[in-house]
């Protein structure tokens, strides 16, 4: 019973690299988030998307792309990647409109 | 646009004690309500959602809020902690016309002491 599955857990990178976070789910979910977690700022919404081949900015859209190409996969990219997106990046779904599965998180470094 | 105020950053209670988490939101129509918790090191889970009805709305694991319109308020409670409510918190508001965006709040941590 798998969920929301993230990959990678960890990463670091340099600045100015680039890098694409995974996210796959399996409940069929028509709705699916990137978010952000920052010490002291909460969840903040990066990009959704609220069906297959639809994509929406969230609050912090900048400095990421995101590709809905199915239903079951939502990535998020990172073109050039800076220290202030040092940050926990959660993905999640749901039927709905509103976030209620969500992944184990990606802890991304760059220096 | 809409925001999530949760006051207490960190709280620190002793096993059976009760707890109330506050949360103040902000937001001129109508809203749904969300608390959700972050178990350490897992990931987040929806503990109870308010959209319509009865303002006083129960939760898993003994948990339960209270939707008070009139201070805005979204207040988390649980009669008796136990030392497993150790947890990250998070109370969030979503407009409740067309696609919502959810808005969460910083979280409070809560450490129960056995």
């Known amino acids: 019973n798998a969920g929301v599955t993230q990959t990678p857990k960890f990463q670091v990178l340099k600045t100015g690299q680039s890098m694409t976070l995974q996210c796959a789910q399996d409940?069929?979910?028509?709705?699916m988030y990137w978010y952000r977690q920052d010490p002291g700022m909460g969840l903040r919404l990066i990009y959704y998307?609220?069906?297959?081949?639809?994509?929406d900015k969230g609050e912090v859209p900048n400095g990421y792309n995101v590709s809905r190409l199915n239903k079951r996969e939502f990535s998020l990219r990172l073109e050039s990647a800076a220290p202030s997106q040092t940050s926990v990046y959660f993905c999640?779904?749901?039927?709905?409109?509103?976030?209620?599965?969500f992944g184990d998180g990606t802890r991304l470094s760059i220096l | 646009a809409q925001s999530v105020s949760q006051h207490n950053h960190h709280v620190i209670l002793s096993e059976a004690a009760s707890l109330e988490l506050g949360c103040n939101y902000s937001?001129?129509?109508?809203?749904?309500l969300f608390w959700y918790v972050q178990y350490p090191g897992q990931h987040l889970q929806l503990l109870l959602k308010?959209?319509?009805?009865?303002?006083l709305v129960k939760g898993i694991k003994g948990f339960e809020a209270e939707f008070i319109k009139s201070k805005f308020s979204f207040n988390l409670r649980k009669p008796s902690v136990q030392w497993s409510d150790t947890a990250e918190y998070f109370c969030?508001?979503?407009?409740?016309?067309?696609?919502?965006?959810?808005?969460f709040g910083t979280g409070t941590k809560l450490q129960v002491i056995p």
């Open positions: 999640a779904s749901s039927e709905g409109a509103q976030p209620q599965h």
């Open positions: 409940m069929n979910h028509n709705s």
């Open positions: 998307s609220a069906s297959e081949g639809t994509t």
């Open positions: 937001y001129g129509g109508t809203v749904n």
């Open positions: 308010y959209f319509s009805g009865d303002p």
């Open positions: 969030a508001v979503a407009n409740s016309g067309g696609y919502q965006k959810v808005t």
